[in-house]
């Protein structure tokens, strides 16, 4: 029997979505079965009690199982695979009743004990058994990336056992692979923010967002939120613009959204009858830091992720700066920058707060626009920097052909002359040699 997502998905006409298959094997010891599929190609077993066997990339095969809470932690179960088990049994231990829905891959026969069917159609989460659902924490991070991606409302009843649940127990990994589905497949990620507030996930796990709760907006354009419903809405405007980043830097541009304001609650008050937060954009910099701790976010794919969504939140600020001087910055500002965070990134950040200060119950000539934003990425590109900074033209070795020894004058030569280069005063390697020159003596 087809089990889990992949049946959720077909039945919501969402067949290109998922690329996961998983197949439970009723009346079939693990070892028949493993034989058997080893005829189709290598097999790889996954458990010991319980075997999985994963083929290729996409395809998980398993027996059905129960599972018994034995200690504390998502991985604190006992499970027992049971080819004998009926559906109804195996399909009891799964998290909501979307999920508890097999197929027959021969005939199509769709088997629903626990109506899933139903609350597809009602778009609702709910919980399959709600003694056991409080067992594995995890649910609670998945409730909120199912409702955000797919629409759903999280049952009332399933919601109060969300609140009950300890997430403390969570490891860094698996709090990620939550909300990694959150941030790049929900349409409006922000609504999944919303969950993580009603279900008391950010005073358990996100102190960093807690911590925005609260805290009035700057300018006072907010009726409604504060800083954390701003957030939510900037999220929902980042989510717009990925689509043709790839994987790191989506992730990148989303965490920036995320951790944009983080600042704020340090920085904000009332100045001369107005609220201010007069330097949260570098005081977001550690909550920052903490924030990723939680997802153990580093490098993705050779990518150094943390490095740039700190420096997206430092500089944030930046595009909307150089547009009210935009008579007066020079390229060097536009050169200096990138080399410390991707212009096209922070373009991307940036307009998502623009247009995060729009919303229905705001009215519409409050709203705000990106023109500052359009205008910092065409100059960025104008001048070839969207992406990374220049290097230096003058390298070590050419000081070196010059006859100087290596000394600690070498690095003051390259800094002096690559400055000149950012100022576009140097534009090639024999103006860089010739300035060198002047500077040796």
Same mark, same amino acid.
């Given at each position: 029997?087809?089990v889990?997502?992949?049946?959720?998905?077909?039945?919501?006409?969402? =067949?290109?979505?998922?690329?996961?298959?998983? !197949?439970?094997?009723?009346?079939?010891?693990?070892e028949?079965?493993?034989?058997?599929?080893?005829?189709?190609?290598?097999v790889?077993?996954?458990?010991?009690? *319980?075997?999985?066997?994963?083929?290729?990339?996409?395809?998980?095969?398993? /027996?059905?199982?129960?599972?018994?809470?034995?200690?504390r932690?998502?991985?604190?179960? &006992?499970?027992?695979?049971?080819?004998?088990?009926?559906?109804?049994?195996?399909?009891?231990?799964?998290?909501?009743?979307?999920?508890?829905?097999? =197929?027959?891959p021969?005939?199509?026969? @769709?088997?629903?004990?626990?109506?899933?069917?139903?609350? /597809?159609?009602?778009?609702?989460?709910? &919980?399959?058994?709600?003694?056991?659902? !409080?067992?594995?924490?995890?649910?609670?991070l998945?409730? !909120?990336?199912? &409702?955000?991606?797919f629409? *759903?409302?999280?049952?009332?009843?399933?919601?109060e056992?969300?609140?009950?649940?300890?997430?403390?127990?969570?490891?860094?990994?698996?709090?990620?692979?939550? @909300?990694?589905?959150?941030?790049?497949?929900?349409?409006k990620?922000?609504?999944?923010?919303?969950? $993580?507030?009603e279900?008391?996930?950010?005073?358990?796990?996100?102190p960093?967002?807690?911590?925005?709760?609260?805290v009035?907006?700057?300018?006072?354009? #907010?009726?409604?939120?504060?800083?954390?419903?701003?957030?939510?809405?900037?999220?929902?405007?980042?989510?717009?613009?990925?689509?043709? %980043?790839?994987?790191?830097?989506?992730?990148?541009?989303?965490?920036?959204?995320?951790?944009?304001?983080?600042?704020?609650?340090?920085t904000?008050?009332? /100045?001369?009858?107005?609220i201010?937060?007069l330097?949260?954009?570098?005081?977001?910099?550690?909550?920052?830091?903490?924030?990723?701790?939680?997802?153990?976010? #580093?490098?993705?794919?050779?990518?150094?992720?943390?490095?740039?969504?700190?420096?997206?939140?430092?500089? #944030? %600020?930046?595009?909307?700066?150089?547009?009210? !001087?935009?008579?007066?910055?020079g390229?060097?500002?536009?050169?200096?920058?990138?080399?410390?965070?991707?212009?096209?990134?922070?373009?991307?950040?940036a307009?998502?707060?623009?247009?995060?200060?729009?919303?229905?119950? @705001?009215?519409?000539?409050?709203? *705000?626009?990106?023109?500052?934003?359009?205008? *910092?990425?065409?100059?960025?590109?104008?001048?070839?920097?969207?992406?990374?900074?220049?290097?230096? $033209?003058?390298?070590?070795? #050419? %000081?070196?052909?010059?006859g100087?020894k290596?000394?600690?004058?070498?690095?003051k @030569?390259i800094?002096?002359?690559? =400055?000149?280069?950012?100022?576009?005063? $140097?534009?090639? %390697?024999?103006?860089?040699?010739e300035?060198?020159?002047?500077?040796?003596?």
């Amino acid at each position: 029997m087809l089990v889990g997502g992949c049946v959720r998905d077909r039945l919501m006409g969402r =067949e290109a979505v998922e690329k996961d298959w998983d !197949v439970e094997v009723y009346g079939v010891e693990p070892e028949k079965l493993e034989k058997i599929l080893k005829e189709f190609g290598p097999v790889n077993s996954v458990g010991a009690i *319980f075997t999985v066997f994963k083929i290729g990339q996409d395809l998980d095969v398993s /027996i059905p199982r129960r599972e018994r809470k034995t200690s504390r932690g998502h991985k604190g179960f &006992a499970v027992e695979g049971d080819p004998a088990m009926s559906f109804e049994e195996a399909c009891r231990r799964r998290d909501f009743t979307v999920n508890a829905i097999l =197929e027959d891959p021969l005939t199509g026969e @769709i088997v629903d004990p626990f109506e899933g069917r139903k609350d /597809i159609e009602n778009e609702v989460l709910r &919980a399959v058994d709600p003694n056991t659902f !409080v067992e594995d924490s995890l649910r609670v991070l998945r409730a !909120v990336q199912f &409702a955000a991606r797919f629409g *759903f409302e999280i049952e009332p009843e399933a919601k109060e056992l969300c609140r009950s649940i300890d997430l403390t127990d969570l490891p860094e990994e698996r709090v990620w692979g939550e @909300i990694e589905k959150l941030l790049l497949k929900a349409p409006k990620p922000g609504e999944g923010l919303k969950l $993580i507030y009603e279900l008391g996930i950010d005073e358990q796990l996100f102190p960093e967002l807690a911590a925005l709760k609260g805290v009035p907006q700057e300018p006072e354009w #907010h009726p409604e939120g504060d800083v954390d419903v701003h957030t939510m809405l900037v999220t929902d405007e980042a989510a717009k613009l990925i689509d043709d %980043l790839s994987y790191p830097k989506k992730v990148a541009v989303m965490l920036g959204a995320i951790c944009h304001d983080l600042g704020k609650p340090p920085t904000t008050e009332e /100045i001369d009858g107005r609220i201010r937060s007069l330097g949260h954009d570098e005081a977001g910099v550690e909550p920052t830091h903490s924030f990723l701790d939680k997802l153990n976010i #580093h490098t993705l794919d050779g990518y150094d992720v943390r490095e740039q969504v700190v420096q997206l939140v430092r500089y #944030h %600020l930046k595009p909307g700066e150089f547009y009210k !001087v935009r008579d007066k910055v020079g390229d060097g500002a536009f050169r200096r920058l990138a080399r410390k965070v991707e212009p096209d990134l922070l373009y991307r950040v940036a307009k998502a707060d623009s247009l995060g200060r729009n919303a229905d119950w @705001i009215p519409k000539e409050r709203w *705000f626009d990106s023109e500052a934003q359009e205008w *910092f990425i065409e100059r960025a590109r104008e001048l070839e920097v969207e992406e990374k900074g220049p290097q230096p $033209i003058l390298m070590g070795r #050419h %000081l070196i052909d010059l006859g100087l020894k290596p000394s600690p004058e070498f690095g003051k @030569i390259i800094d002096a002359v690559f =400055e000149k280069q950012l100022d576009g005063v $140097i534009t090639s %390697l024999e103006d860089a040699i010739e300035e060198a020159k002047k500077m040796i003596g």
